[in-house]
T-cell receptor, first 116, second 115 residues
């Protein structure tokens, strides 16, 4: 079985400061890892993914995430937070055997609050 | 493509009434998923289809919930009778299963309020 843990329900950061949203996962074999973002009253939007290759993945809106196999982590980062980054962030995983049409297992979500 | 389309966007109904939520997946996608999102339980997978066939409905809360996919471009999630605890945002998502590195596309969701 695969699972995702997002240990923080909420992360608060001041605008202009770096941000980190934490994610750890459990899956058989090597993972595919994803971050989705949900703005108020909207569906989940794809942000970035790790498939293979460089452990540092760059995505939309200046976000990046680092895959750490030994720590089974995939933390989301941004060097300088914007107020508009305030949203709900979901980490997701699936194994490399294409089970169920790319169905993902999601973490519980972390609310990011960026204050001016 | 317009993405995954859901209707209605908002639904307010009274306890005991039947509710039908609708979803149009992205054209060509062969997998369709229904999720429910609440503050207490986060994102829960209710059911998913492959080529219009239900594959896993173990997440459906109880017999009051049913889902159908009569063709590749349309799916419904029905609650009958509805209860206040069904109040949540219901998301539909689709994906192309043959793309092993692909991912899921989500619709905007239907916010259901049962009074």
């Amino acid at each position: 079985a695969q699972s995702v843990a997002q240990p923080e329900d909420q992360v608060n950061v001041a605008e202009g400061n770096p941000l980190t949203v934490k994610c750890t996962y459990s899956v058989s074999g090597n993972p595919y890892l994803f971050w989705y973002v949900q703005y108020p009253n909207r569906g989940l939007q794809f942000l970035l993914k790790y498939i293979t290759g460089d452990n540092l993945v760059k995505g939309s809106y200046g976000f990046e995430a680092e895959f750490n196999k030994s720590q089974t982590s995939f933390h989301l980062k941004k060097p300088s937070a914007l107020v508009s980054d305030s949203a709900l962030y979901f980490c997701a995983v699936r194994g490399r055997n294409n089970n169920a049409g790319n169905m993902l297992t999601f973490g519980g979500g972390t609310r990011l609050m960026v204050k001016p | 493509d317009a993405g995954v389309i859901q209707s209605p966007r908002h639904e307010v109904t009274e306890m005991g009434q039947e509710v039908t939520l609708r979803c149009k997946p992205i054209s060509g996608h062969d997998y369709l998923f229904w999720y429910r999102q609440t503050m207490m339980r986060g994102l829960e997978l209710l059911i998913y289809f492959n080529n219009n066939v239900p594959i896993d409905d173990s997440g459906m809360p109880e017999d009051r919930f049913s889902a159908k996919m009569p063709n590749a471009s349309f799916s419904t999630l029905k609650i009958q009778p509805s209860e206040p605890r069904d109040s949540a945002v219901y998301f539909c998502a689709s994906s192309l299963g043959s793309r092993t590195s692909g991912f899921m596309f989500f619709g905007p969701g239907t916010r259901l309020t049962v009074l």
